[in-house]
């Protein structure tokens, strides 16, 4: 959930946040540039704190989120948005596990044959604990494409993202290719099945981590309630498994909890 829950806020097209995703897909942006708000809140549990292979220990942390955004168009089909998003990882036991990251971004989006296709920038500050020690400083340019294909209460939203992170760091910096397949299911009137199957395939490409390739497949599966339309509650299990070139970085781990969406 970790990681859906950053991807998410990489791609900013993604079904899997309805609340979000849906004032952008759905509804005509303004001529005006318009401000908005996205804040995000999810207590989780995980039965591998660490990611680590061999030392598992079992957690709670909460995740609030929050984005700021100003959206507007520079044409008829060309769309922009300008963005601050800052999130955090607190974990109850496992302090060491806590992780925060803030940024600023920039991306156009232009709708292509039905596919939202967005080219985006971000400048990165990535930090240990709660906002404690900063480790590195990244800018992350990226491309993405995705579209929506409704059958009856089915809604699949295929997405896919590529790009590549330069940092102050060597060790950060790496292409990232991402394929996931948003899917809702609804059941009535406000209550929803969601998933999410993930794919995220990285290249590392400095200092130590030079030739480094990891691979994480991960599936999600939930419940969602929409208590009004710019608000929904989304209880859900996420799976996760790193492979990688480099035996350390295998790891599985489970993660189960609420999450709380709401769109200004």
């Known amino acids: 959930m970790r990681k859906l829950n950053a991807l998410a806020g990489a ?8 609340a979000w995703a849906g004032d952008e897909a759905t509804q005509p942006l303004p001529q005006r540039p318009a401000w908005g708000a996205f804040v995000s809140f999810s207590p989780t549990y995980s039965n591998n704190a660490l990611l680590s292979r061999s030392d598992r220990r079992r957690d709670i942390y909460a995740n609030p989120d929050v984005m700021l955004r ?3 168009k520079l044409s008829s089909d060309i769309s922009y948005r300008l963005y601050g998003r800052s999130s955090f990882n607190a974990f109850a036991e496992e302090t060491f596990a806590s992780e925060t990251f803030a940024l600023v971004g920039a991306r156009l989006t232009k709708t292509l044959w039905d596919w939202r296709t967005s080219v985006s920038f971000e400048h990165r500050f990535e930090y240990s604990g709660v906002y404690r020690d900063l480790l590195f400083i990244a800018d ?6 995705t579209r929506d294909y409704s059958w009856g209460p089915f809604t699949v939203s295929p997405t896919a993202q590529f790009g590549y992170r330069f940092a102050d760091v060597a060790e950060a910096e790496r292409y990232r290719l991402d394929l996931l397949l948003p899917i809702e299911a609804k059941l009535m009137s406000r209550w929803s099945i969601v998933a999410t199957p993930l794919l995220e395939a990285y290249w590392f490409t400095g200092g130590l981590n030079d030739g480094r390739q990891d691979i994480v497949y991960s599936a999600s599966l939930g419940l969602r309630y929409s208590i009004a339309s710019n608000m929904s509650l989304t209880t859900s299990a996420n799976y996760e498994w790193r492979t990688s070139n ?13 999450r709380l969406d709401l769109a200004f």
């Open 11 to 18: 791609v900013g097209l993604l079904g899997m946040q309805p």
């Open 70 to 72: 100003l959206d507007g």
């Open 140 to 145: 992350d340019l990226m491309i993405s494409t």
């Open 246 to 258: 480099v035996p350390l970085r295998h790891y599985r781990d489970f993660e189960i909890g609420p």
